[in-house]
């Protein structure tokens, strides 16, 4: 049991705060308390652990990376105990699964659930974080981490007259936990991202008529979600070993290896018949057929017609088909969605595309949406409007480093850190899958793990050398920000001028280019790297 002391301003003292109880907030808690033996807690906005997942349970909310290598894999043990059903992890089962991991470490006792942290502030004489939830509690710890998902702070275009929508509306983040019941109803939904693109199916199978509002055309390959069999159940219990390591030497983490071959030196004919059975097999693998694909653009353009011709053969309306397939980046420059039947959901008759890049919202009306061109009337609106992602969850929380410094005024420009771990200026804070961390251009939990157990290496060194304070220098700052703009300029990545990836869909939101975009192997070589070099970049007292 975690022993947890009060200071005289009633502040419960400890030696490390964790915020949320998500994939990373779970292990991270887990690292610190039963490898370390630090007392620690974990605070969580959700009343349950889940994180993205919590908050995310839209309609045909599922995981695009594959199940065998969405998971934990710091325990075979728990690898052995734990089995998935489907391809693709679906958003309840992956609920099931974090809350089989809590029960099984007893993680729960030591998280304190429904309390979100509005305040962080350091007091460098102490050398402590002060940390004050809405509620008003106060904790006070050594080592502060941040947990808090990239996808967590949900965007509600500020649309005139949503308050006067005499219907109900929905962030696809914020999903009632009771469900929505879309029988008989007009739905609107607007957004056609990876989240749009897998309820469109789910909603147009029980409204009365689903219009859905697009902005901007967005690529999607099949998933190909099927269940299980039983032969590869059984495949993945008895290779946990090499699949773990196949995430560990893959670009993403994924579980498959991008293959050699070059689009461009690759005949026209047998091109396509890659593509065709990439297709075929469906998923994110669908970029791994040629190792061009995203970094030169030539290569890029055939995936990007190949995946184009496909949704003008499976939409049977021209006009909608022209619409679908009037994308304007090159393929996975924003994050590529995968999806069961979500072309196909346009040739039913209750469903309407609208193209609102042409004829832009200009209001919410009491009876639905008004476009430039047309009023929609409505009885539900579902925003699949995505996220202030990777710093709305960080500035969201008021974090102050030393002299009182706020993290906004440091990230005004933009996220500034060192590997995505530490800020200068906030000592003791470390942020797992943050900015400047391969994160969402990563297999998540595979990031999780290699921050999580780099933040407890990092805790346990300073300990063992009795250091007190780590701190990333400016100069290390100066040089990872180079660095993350460098490698993302290298790739295709940012031609995509209005991904969440650049914080584009914000409209104020400084233009840069947030993930590391070098891949997860060589991000894991520069952390140990630096370990290696008795952590060259931070300032250790
Ligand atoms: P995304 O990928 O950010 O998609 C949001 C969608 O909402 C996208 O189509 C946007 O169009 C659209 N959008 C946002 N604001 C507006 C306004 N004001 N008007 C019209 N349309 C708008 O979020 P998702 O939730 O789909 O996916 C997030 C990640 O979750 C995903 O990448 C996976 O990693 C899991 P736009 O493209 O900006 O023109």
Redesign the pocket.
Known sequence: MTTMMTDITGATELDALVVGAGFAGLYQLLCLRDRLGLSVKALEAGAGVGGTWYWNRYPGARC?SESHVYWYTFSPELMREWEWSERYPGQPEIMRYLNFVADRFDLKRDIQFNTRVVAAEYDEAANRWRVRTEAGETFVAKFLITAVGC?STA?V?K?EGLESFAGDWYH??QWPHEGVDFTGKRVGM????????QAAPVIAASAEHLTV????A?YSVPARNAPLTSEFQGYIKENAAGIRAVTRETLNGMGFRIEERLAVETPAEEREAIYEAAWERGGLQFRAAFKDMMVDKAANDTAADFVKRKIRSIVKDPRTAAILSDIDHPYAA??P?IDTNYFETYNRANVTLVD??AA??QRITPAGVCTTEAEYPLDIIVF????D?MTGPMLRMNIRGRDGVALQDVWDAGPRNYLGLQIAGFPNLFTITGPGSPS?LCNMPVAIEQHADWITDCIAHMRTKGLERIEARPEAVEKWVAEVNDVAGKTLLPLAT?S?YLG??IPGKPRVFMPYAGGMVRYREICQDVVARGYEGFALA
Do not use: E
């Open positions: 695009d996808l965007n275009p649309f696809t983040g607007i957004g056609t991202g990876s989240t749009g693109i509002f697009q902005r901007t967005n924003k994050r969605p609102v890049k832009p919202i699949a409007t995505g996220f992602a969402v209005h969440w584009a869909n």
